[in-house]
């Protein structure tokens, strides 16, 4: 089964607000964050394809620091587009006729080698999977001035991997238009009338987005290193 993994890792990280983009914050001396999510994916699938979209300007920045950390996981660089649906069909454009492909952010390195094959599995079986958490923490609805309790079991949360068949993926896409409105890949994908398959994920598969994540992050890394883990 032939499979691309496209990692998304176009934006700037305001949030952050440090003063280079959050997907070059280094976790260790030899490792910035997009650098372990890339290792991740090719520890988890070492016959796939992996391409990596970036803004156009930093990517003389990525391989500087590739070379730096003496980082040699094969991958291909796509330049990103205005917002993340015009990153991701920018990396599309990279792969042609695979199996299956994952989509998911740069900057979220602690998705277990387990569970990326399990999505891969399941995509080729049911032509999606999704990853998702519940809902844990009490809801609140606005009402005016004053709020009330929703309903949680209603809800839950998606995270990357996002992964489909590969001419679904390419097919939602080139139907999407200019992508006004679409958050994520699933969310392509059921506009264009795929029921998407939403399966269970890891509270662990933190997004990194603030500089309290990034101290979080900085110990998990350190500690996953330590026990070996992937």
């Known amino acids: 089964m032939k499979t691309g993994v496209l990692v998304v890792a176009g934006g700037r990280g305001v949030r952050m607000g440090a003063d280079v983009p959050k997907q070059f914050l280094p976790?260790?001396?030899?490792?910035?964050?997009?650098?372990?999510?890339v290792e991740r994916f090719a520890e988890a699938l070492p016959e796939a394809g992996i391409a990596v979209?970036?803004?156009?300007?930093c990517i003389d920045t990525w391989r500087r620091i590739n070379r730096e950390h003496r980082f040699d996981v094969p991958h291909t660089v796509v330049a990103g587009g205005a917002d993340r649906f015009g990153s991701v069909r920018n990396g599309l454009a990279v792969f042609g006729d695979v199996d299956v492909?994952?989509?998911?952010?740069?900057?979220?390195?602690?998705?277990?080698?387990?569970?990326?094959?399990?999505?891969?599995?399941?995509?080729?079986?049911?032509?999606?999977?999704?990853?998702?958490?519940?809902?844990?923490?009490?809801?609140?609805?606005r009402n005016g001035e004053a709020s009330e309790r929703a309903d949680r079991d209603g809800f839950f949360t998606v995270q990357t991997p996002q992964v489909f068949r590969g001419d679904i993926l390419?097919?939602?896409?080139?139907?999407?238009?200019?992508?006004?409105?679409?958050?994520?890949?699933?969310?392509?994908?059921?506009?264009?009338?795929?029921?998407?398959?939403?399966?269970?994920?890891?509270r662990s598969n933190i997004k990194i987005t603030s500089p309290e994540d990034m101290s979080v992050a900085r110990a998990v890394y350190a500690l996953e290193r330590t026990r070996g883990e992937g």
């Open 101 to 141: 492909i994952a989509v998911t952010d740069g900057v979220r390195p602690f998705v277990s080698c387990g569970l990326i094959r399990r999505l891969v599995a399941e995509a080729a079986e049911y032509g999606s999977a999704v990853t998702s958490t519940p809902v844990s923490d009490t809801l609140r609805r």
């Open 170 to 202: 390419h097919k939602a896409y080139e139907a999407a238009g200019d992508g006004k409105g679409f958050t994520d890949d699933a969310s392509v994908a059921e506009a264009f009338g795929i029921t998407v398959r939403y399966t269970a994920g890891e």
């Open 27 to 37: 976790l260790s001396d030899d490792r910035c964050v997009l650098e372990a999510t």
């Open 53 to 57: 979209v970036l803004p156009g300007d």
